[in-house]
């Protein structure tokens, strides 16, 4: 049985009846209230960025444009994350719920879901909790309306800005940054972006305060997070824990006894191999050190009979296939990254040529356009560091 | 505009706010490396071969892409910045189809530019190019498509998109598989492409190229048999010098004319002359569709007229707005006007017969090679032109033959078919051919100047995409009494982004306007497809400069007072629009798919 040092926490899955009253009394606080309310509770962006909520909130408040629009990212396509398609199912209400009063903080009257094409089969469902969610904002006469936008499965329509080219029926490519979604998102109107999950706790923070929400997690990583636990665990599944736990612990929960490596945030996350399971944290605590680890949900935990080379080479076929293609680093590096550990492992390279690799990886790491090249350095580093036996033998 | 303070490698610089840190860098003469960058297009930000450092922050700045901001604190040429470019170039170099000594590139190639530069090395990536699959299109007259050259910039994407507002290149597929490609990846010769060239001007390696006929016009110079005869497009004598090592903005139409006969062009003719009888027919059959529309009421006279001079602009509007061919004038460009007569009229003058004639152009255009393979084109009974070769092409033969072009001495034109007049120069401006035809039609229906001081339309003129104009016709001779009061309005676009903002006026009956002139690129022809690489904004604005120079200081300023122009109607052609005219110089058109 597995042990349990980590407390399991209800809050985003709890089904509250009492949404009308919790919208009702929320749209009725000042714009600053609300927005102060999400600075104090520390709520971070789950979608893998961190980015700070209420700040986000704040800024598209303050942009000028003849439309703003609330977007809810639910494209959830990083491999082993399924926890916004639960949210969704589950508990639709509050993260609708968190988009109305953002509409309201920022001034917007058109909100949409980016739902993930192969999530298509909660369509129906969901757009009956939109139309009662209409219902009530018309009782308390709020105009906001959300309509569900689907997307056509590329993974790289997750990235905020490929997704508002893809919602104006561009191709799926990021965009430069400056400007950032708050001030030029979708149609080039100040916009508020936010994962699922992120929606659905600003729900808990209007419901309970900021102060019990900042009482969960450590100090830069507040409240609570779901997790999409899944590899070589007895109890794969979706968790609720506290943010800023310790990876010993974690394994200790979830491990089959014999993990020698916690993947964490998915292909564009990072490894961390058994002896740093102690020194590791899962949040945003100061500078990314590699000792504390953002994710957007995804847990992957590999057992001793797992080849890391394996692991690593899926990531990077992924990579190859995913990359929106437009930009040098990330299109030609992924590439080379694949081919050359292919390399190396036939012994057509020389074991150095990893370093080159290593290189490469850390130049596409400051190089690429969006998240996707930037990120691939992060398993590529991770993995190949730890695992360099693996690598070449 | 207010002022934003930056430093930049230690030096504090202030400029205006919004612009990149690249415009800021290039302020103090410091050079940024650049593949996706281009002035005339939108930002994209995909190559990353201009990052840059800011000190304090992790990963690196795109400089084309990011602004400027206040107390910014940049590095251009740090270790990191300087290992991030040479990795990206690489990168680059990895995928491509790298074999310079065989690429037509070669020596002007911006990626092979920046990998000497950087240095790349034996010693670098997998080679990635013989796992892949890649298409040559070399189908067209005009423009040949090599996948394997192609670094993905979309340069040629943004060119055709948001100059001429067509698509006909987009990008396809994703990750490895991202490429360049036609509608269903078609031969470009297939799909809704003008053969304009704007991409293949703004292609920065050797993927996208003009098709060159240079070993075909060397052939022919050298065969004894053939009497070469060569016509000098009016935009080619203010760019060539660029291509040759001269500043923008240059005249060299004296050099260029003393080169040609060094290359052993047996005539060296002026398709200038051509311009000015284009005028001429152009110019009446408008006065002509103006009688039969105020005068006969003749439904079925097509109003407005448009200009027909510029083939990327008939292509387009073949595929797009086919409704509308009724009116475009039939009026051929005068590089057809120029084929038709030199196999014949000239052939006859200088005895030798068309077909050991070979009729070569040198034209600021990709969309001419095309024009002048159109089975139509076939009036004098063989091909009217037989070789069409851009400005580039001449600038690399002139360079094979060893002239030194800077120091040649000017010459003249030949006569006859060689002498032009200020209105037929103005020809490679936009704005030009209206400026031309005012001169004369006002003259001919008033027997008075065009009422502008110094013979200037001003208001055609310049760099508006589109501009409007109108002339009021007051105490016309008798033979035009029906034209009193009335007010002439007319219309000038360029870019087919730019026409098509226009024709859609049209068809929507919006356009009052009589006369409509349409040059298919950005700035008329001296911004044409076949111009000198670089063309920018700035370039163009100094080719225009030198053009309107070299209108002012001809002496005869009116294509009706060419003299070889009303001798060739004396001799030859009897009358505008008359039947020798219908055969020669007039054409009609084809309707084609949108898509
Ligand atoms: C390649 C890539 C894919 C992404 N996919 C998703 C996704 O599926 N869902 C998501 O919420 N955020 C995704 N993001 C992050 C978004 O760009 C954005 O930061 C997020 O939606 C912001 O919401 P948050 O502040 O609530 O986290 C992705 C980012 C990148 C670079
Ligand atoms: S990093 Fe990759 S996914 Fe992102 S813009 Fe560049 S090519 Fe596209
Ligand atoms: S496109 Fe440039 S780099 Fe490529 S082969 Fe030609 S000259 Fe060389
Ligand atoms: S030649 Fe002109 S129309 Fe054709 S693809 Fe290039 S830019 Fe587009
Ligand atoms: S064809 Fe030329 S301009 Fe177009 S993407 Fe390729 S390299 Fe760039
Ligand atoms: S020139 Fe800046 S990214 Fe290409």
Redesign the pocket.
């Known amino acids: 049985m597995p042990k349990k040092n980590l407390k399991r926490l209800d809050l985003i899955f709890k089904n509250e009846l009492d949404g009308e009253q919790i919208l009702e009394k929320t749209i009725k606080r000042s714009k600053q209230d609300i927005i102060n309310d999400l600075i104090i509770s520390g709520l971070k962006g789950r979608g893998g960025a961190g980015y700070p909520t209420g700040l986000k909130w704040k800024l598209a408040g303050e942009s000028e444009g003849d439309m703003k629009y609330v977007i809810c990212n639910a494209d959830e396509g990083e491999p082993g994350t399924f926890k916004d398609r639960e949210i969704l199912t589950q508990v639709p209400m509050k993260v609708l719920i968190g988009m109305a009063v953002c509409a309201k903080v920022i001034g917007a009257h058109q909100g949409f879901i980016y739902l993930r094409g192969e999530y298509k089969f909660l369509l129906d469902n969901l757009n009956e909790v939109i139309d009662d969610f209409h219902v009530l904002l018309n009782k308390i006469g709020f105009d906001f309306r959300v309509k569900v936008f689907l997307g056509s499965g590329a993974y790289i329509c997750g990235e905020e800005s490929a997704l508002f080219e893809s919602m104006e029926g561009h191709r799926g490519e990021p965009r430069n940054k400056p400007p950032y979604p708050t001030q030029s998102g979708y149609r080039k109107m100040p916009t508020v972006i936010n994962n699922v999950e992120t929606l659905a706790h600003t729900y808990s923070i209007f419901k309970y305060g900021p102060d019990k929400f900042k009482d969960l997690g450590v100090q830069d990583s507040r409240g609570s997070k779901v997790f999409s636990v899944s590899g070589d665990t007895p109890t794969p599944g979706i968790y609720e824990l506290e943010f800023g736990m310790s990876l010993q612990k974690f394994v200790e929960d979830f491990g089959d006894g014999d993990a020698k490596a916690v993947q964490v945030g998915g292909a564009s996350g990072f490894c961390v191999p058994r002896k740093k399971f102690g020194r590791t944290v899962i949040g945003y605590q100061g500078k990314l050190t590699g000792e504390s680890l953002p994710t957007g949900g995804s847990m992957m935990i590999f057992n001793s009979s797992r080849s890391m080379y394996n692991v690593l080479h899926n990531y990077l076929e992924f990579f190859v296939e995913e990359s929106c293609g437009q930009c040098t680093p990330c299109r030609v590096g992924t590439q080379q990254l694949l081919l050359g550990i292919e390399a190396v492992k036939r012994g057509e390279r020389p074991s150095e040529y990893l370093d080159k690799l290593l290189k490469l990886a850390e130049n596409m790491r400051v190089t690429a356009k969006c998240g996707l090249g930037q990120s691939v350095a992060n398993s590529f580093s991770s993995i190949v560091e730890n695992f360099k036996e693996e690598m070449i033998y | 505009m207010s002022k934003i303070n930056l430093v930049i490698d230690h030096i504090q610089v202030s400029v205006e706010s919004g612009s990149t840190i690249l415009e800021a860098a290039k302020k103090m003469n410091i050079k940024i490396p650049t593949l996706c960058h281009h002035e005339d297009l939108c930002v994209a930000g995909n190559c990353r071969v201009c990052m840059v450092e800011q000190v304090g922050s992790d990963r690196l700045l795109p400089s084309c892409a990011t602004p400027a901001a206040e107390g910014m604190e940049i590095l251009t040429n740090s270790l990191k910045v300087r290992n991030a470019r040479k990795s990206v170039i690489e990168l680059l170099v990895s995928e491509h189809r790298a074999e310079c000594t065989r690429c037509y590139k070669n020596g002007t190639c911006e990626l092979q530019h920046l990998s000497s530069e950087y240095l790349i090395g034996e010693d670098s990536l997998i080679d990635l190019v013989p796992l892949k699959e890649f298409t040559i299109d070399y189908f067209s007259p005009?423009?040949i498509k090599d996948d394997s050259k192609c670094i993905r910039c979309q340069r040629?994407v943004r060119?055709?998109d948001q100059?001429?507002n067509?698509g006909?290149?987009s990008v396809a597929y994703k990750g490895q598989k991202m490429k360049i490609a036609?509608f269903f990846e078609k031969p470009?010769y297939e799909v809704?492409?003008?053969?304009?060239?704007?991409?293949?001007n703004r292609c920065p390696t050797g993927a996208?190229i003009e098709r060159n006929y240079i070993d075909e016009v060397w052939s022919a110079i050298n065969d004894p048999q053939k009497h070469l005869v060569v016509q000098t497009a009016p935009a080619v004598r203010i760019a060539l010098g660029e291509a040759l090592g001269m500043e923008p903005g240059k005249i060299v139409t004296g050099k260029m004319v003393a080169a040609l006969r060094r290359l052993g062009f047996d005539s060296v003719l002026d398709t200038d002359f051509s311009a000015d009888l284009t005028i001429i027919e152009e110019g009446n059959e408008l006065l002509q569709r103006l009688k039969g529309a105020l005068v006969d009421k003749d439904p079925n006279v097509k109003l407005p007229m448009t200009t027909s001079c510029s083939p990327?602009w008939i292509k387009y509007i073949e595929h797009m707005y086919p409704q509308l061919l009724g009116n475009v004038s039939t009026a051929k460009s005068p590089q057809q006007m120029f084929g038709a007569l030199a196999k014949t009229y000239y052939a006859n003058k200088i005895n030798v017969e068309p077909e050991n004639m070979v009729s070569v152009s040198v034209m600021p255009c990709?969309?001419k090679k095309y024009e002048a393979n159109r089975p139509e084109m076939h009036s004098s009974g063989y091909k009217d032109v037989d070789l069409v070769l851009t400005t580039r092409e001449l600038a690399r033969m002139i360079q094979q033959a060893g002239i030194d072009f800077l120091a040649l001495e000017n010459e003249e034109y030949d006569s006859i078919m060689g002498m032009s007049t200020g209105a037929a120069v103005i020809f490679g401006a936009t704005g030009g051919v209206m400026e031309a035809a005012l001169r004369t039609a006002y003259e001919v229906v008033t027997g008075r100047d065009v009422p502008f001081d110094g013979l200037n339309i001003l208001p055609v003129r310049g760099m508006e995409e589109v501009k409007e104009a109108s002339i009021k016709i007051e105490n016309p001779l008798p033979a035009w009494a029906f034209l009193d009061g009335v007010e002439l309005k007319t219309c000038v676009a360029h870019g087919?982004a730019n026409a098509k903002k226009v024709m859609d006026r049209v068809v929507k009956g919006e356009a009052n306007y009589h006369f409509i002139e349409i040059m298919a690129c950005p700035g008329g022809c001296l911004g044409g497809?076949g111009q000198p690489i670089p063309t920018n904004k700035e370039i163009r604005e100094k080719r225009t400069r030198a053009i309107y120079e070299e209108d002012a200081g001809k002496p005869i300023r009116k294509s009706h007072e060419n003299p070889e122009v009303i001798k060739i109607y004396d001799e030859f052609l009897v009358k505008p629009l008359g039947h020798k005219s219908h055969e020669l110089l007039h054409t009609s058109y084809t309707e084609r798919n949108r898509y």
Do not use: K, P, R
């Open positions: 005009s423009i040629c060119s055709c100059l001429q067509i006909a290149l036609s470009m809704v492409c003008t053969n304009c060239g704007q991409c293949v996208l990327g990709t969309a087919l497809g």
